[in-house]
């Protein structure tokens, strides 16, 4: 090919793959849980061939991508400021959104800003120590706050927190507790440290002997 053709394709080649989305860091403005769609800013601005720098947009309505599937879910809060990696679909999402299953797209668009998808969790390393615990080499970590649970590969796990269970417990092992067990029977609240019971001649016990 000659020169004079070689360094035109190159260039247009070049602006071409400018414009191709793909991936990119951002920042939540805004997120609506109930439809859970994000308002996004890039982070990473767009330099041209002058040495000008320009921002990208905010992008609205972003859908944010949660691990689902067999009809279970893993969903967690989003607020403002967190960080998320987008990803530019090839085509138009805009129908798929709207009527799911398998489609064709209406607009010819390829690998636009209006069809990411935000995937939570991106973080700069500078921020990692500010961004949660240490993660434990030995042990899947969950935590929210100051709660924290551990999973461990011995079938072990530990909760860091208040556990309130909205259901029956089984236990095929023992059970230890460091502080009192309270029942409810019948609307009394029963411990297990202070509990008495009615003797033979009709006066109550004392409490059980530590």
């Known amino acids: 090919m000659p020169d004079s053709l070689t360094k035109p394709?190159?260039?247009?080649?070049q602006r071409a793959m400018v414009e191709m989305r793909v991936?990119?860091?951002?920042?939540?403005?805004?997120?609506?849980e109930t439809k859970q769609r994000a308002d996004v800013k890039p982070l990473l601005n767009r330099r041209y061939a002058d040495g000008e720098e320009a921002e990208l947009p905010v992008?609205?309505?972003?859908?944010?991508?949660?691990?689902?599937?067999?009809?279970?879910?893993?969903?967690?809060?989003?607020?403002?400021?967190?960080?998320?990696?987008?990803?530019?679909?090839?085509?138009?999402?805009?129908?798929?959104l709207s009527d799911g299953g398998q489609v064709t797209?209406?607009?010819?668009?390829?690998?636009?800003l209006s069809d990411a998808?935000?995937?939570?969790?991106?973080?700069?390393f500078a921020d990692l120590g500010t961004a949660g615990p240490t993660p434990d080499s030995s042990a899947v970590v969950i935590w929210h706050g100051s709660t924290q649970m551990r999973l461990y590969d011995n079938g072990s796990v530990e909760v860091d927190g208040d556990l309130?269970?909205?259901?029956?417990?089984?236990?095929?092992?023992?059970?230890?507790?460091?502080?009192?067990?309270?029942?409810?029977s019948q609307g009394a609240a029963i411990s297990l440290l202070e509990h008495t019971h009615i003797g033979n001649l009709g006066s109550s016990t004392s409490p059980p002997e530590p």
């Not at 991936?23 to 609506?32: I, T």
């Not at 259901?167 to 502080?179: F, L, P, S, Y």
């Open 105 to 112: 797209p209406d607009d010819p668009r390829t690998h636009d």
């Open 59 to 96: 992008i609205a309505g972003v859908p944010v991508v949660w691990p689902r599937s067999g009809g279970a879910a893993l969903t967690m809060p989003v607020a403002k400021g967190d960080g998320v990696l987008l990803v530019f679909a090839d085509r138009s999402i805009d129908r798929w």
């Open 164 to 184: 309130v269970v909205d259901g029956n417990v089984e236990a095929t092992g023992d059970v230890q507790a460091g502080g009192d067990v309270v029942a409810d």
């Open 23 to 32: 991936s990119l860091p951002a920042r939540v403005e805004q997120y609506d």
């Open 9 to 13: 394709l190159l260039r247009a080649m």
């Open 117 to 124: 998808v935000a995937i939570p969790g991106l973080v700069p």
